[in-house]
């Protein structure tokens, strides 16, 4: 692109900025174009959102088949886990036994054998950032993914449409509370954002849990807004069902005693599907196995022999797998291309140690393959081109409704220098919404 032009395109993106940013402290590199999709890729992540809305529904049965010993009762035990007795019961009420969450958004990364999810979140940041992107590069003249509304009118449609929607905010997620608020004010009077310490809903009102459930010793008015809900004064989500939070249950996806569940009840499409773009995974459960057996996928005999295996075996990631402060954002993967042995060996015995309170998940690494994406760099007044890797976020929004419809509101592209170990936000990222290439 023509410096000039690239100049004041981005020099417009960066204007319709709102005086207080979108991330606390956080700042990225502007591209000066969207991050272009091939055709192909974009109608799979069309159909996505309803693929993953079912795995979503067949792990909420998969959970309670569990509970009510129609599965075995090591799946609950294992999604139990680290978790008070207070939020296991909650998960039994029969007025959330159905309830799921409305914003679904997949972790993406395009490697050199295709696209590969390595999670899901349904409590995500980036929702208000995306829908920023999407309309703040409609209005410089790019056809993005969602256009100017996709994004907003996804969140404004997970909610019944009468009374008031207040988003509360927690401090442990307030690095985010720009982006709510931006999204919020581009919406109507009946939106608002709340600190965590404020009650500020009345009867009829839709609540949206912007916290993680890990960080309810810090939210001093959870009961009254869990009584509340029980006694259907309001609506919460998502709802309070931290199984539903594991990474864990991708893992599951994959565990052979399973494979006959995953099958009917996700339907052969949806589970081949996923199967084939969910990268290999395990739980790390340290208990031993019998001799004549071996950990499927890794020809291990025991979790220990991980410890030892080489640099170039150790395609593999360890992670936490949720309800924890660590289990957010980077904090707790460990690459084990990238580890020296001893980090590595420390990492296994890490997982294993703590799988009773806290457990990990093991995950076959997909190397994503190199992009290119200009951005403008301010300082030098050029635009310069980044060799990168690219994580893409689709946010699907499921409607308010009996047969509620999933809509894909946006995608947004985050590219990290080539040399950096893990895709994530970071100063020298570029964020950028997606578009279809021609």
Not at 347 to 366: K, M, N, R, W, Y
Request: charged share 20%; net charge negative; proline share 6%.
């Amino acid at each position: 692109m023509d410096n000039r032009v690239a100049a004041e395109r981005a020099q417009l993106i960066r204007e319709q900025l709102p005086e207080g940013g979108l991330f606390q402290g956080h700042k990225w590199r502007i591209a000066t174009s969207p991050f272009t999709l091939p055709s192909t890729l974009v109608k799979d992540l069309e159909k996505l959102g309803r693929v993953l809305l079912r795995f979503y529904q067949t792990a909420n049965l998969l959970y309670h088949h569990s509970c009510s010993g129609k599965l075995p009762d090591w799946i609950a035990h294992w999604l139990n886990m680290g978790k008070p007795d207070s939020l296991i019961n909650i998960q039994g009420e029969t007025k959330l036994k159905s309830a799921l969450p409305n914003v679904i958004r997949p972790d993406i990364l395009l490697t050199e054998n295709g696209w590969s999810i390595t999670e899901l979140d349904s409590v995500p940041g980036g929702i208000g950032l995306t829908a920023w992107l999407n309309r703040a590069y409609t209005n410089v003249g790019f056809e993005v993914i969602g256009g100017t509304s996709g994004m907003t009118n996804g969140f404004d449609g997970i909610f019944r449409p009468d009374g008031n929607v207040r988003v509360m905010v927690s401090d442990e997620s307030a690095t985010y509370q720009p982006e709510m608020e931006w999204i919020c004010s581009a919406l109507d009077s009946r939106f608002s954002v709340h600190e965590t310490a404020d009650a500020c809903w009345s009867d009829g009102d839709s609540v949206y849990r912007f916290f993680e459930l890990f960080d309810l010793k810090n939210i001093s008015y959870w009961n009254k807004l869990q009584d509340d809900m029980l006694s259907g004064q309001i609506i919460l989500t998502p709802p309070p069902k931290p199984f539903l939070e594991e990474k864990m249950l991708l893992a599951l996806l994959w565990n052979g005693n399973l494979t006959e569940f995953w099958q009917r009840e996700l339907g052969g499409g949806f589970f081949r599907l996923m199967r084939d773009h969910v990268p290999r995974g395990w739980v790390m459960d340290p208990a031993p196995l019998p001799p004549h057996a071996a950990l499927p996928g890794l020809d291990l005999t025991s979790w220990v022999q991980l410890r030892g295996l080489s640099q170039r075996e150790r395609s593999l990631v360890i992670k936490k797998s949720g309800f924890s402060n660590d289990a957010w954002g980077a904090r707790s993967v460990h690459m084990g291309i990238d580890l020296p042995q001893a980090e590595w060996a420390e990492a296994v015995d890490q997982a294993l140690d703590e799988f009773g309170q806290s457990p990990f998940i093991l995950q076959q690494f997909h190397k994503p393959r190199r992009v290119e994406q200009e951005w403008f760099d301010f300082e030098a007044d050029e635009s310069r081109i980044m060799n990168g890797r690219v994580r893409l976020c689709p946010y699907y929004f499921v409607g308010n409704g009996e047969k509620p419809e999933v809509k894909l509101g946006g995608v947004m592209a985050t590219v990290c220098p080539a040399d950096k170990k893990i895709i994530h936000g970071m100063s020298s990222a570029i964020l950028a919404p997606c578009s279809v290439s021609a």
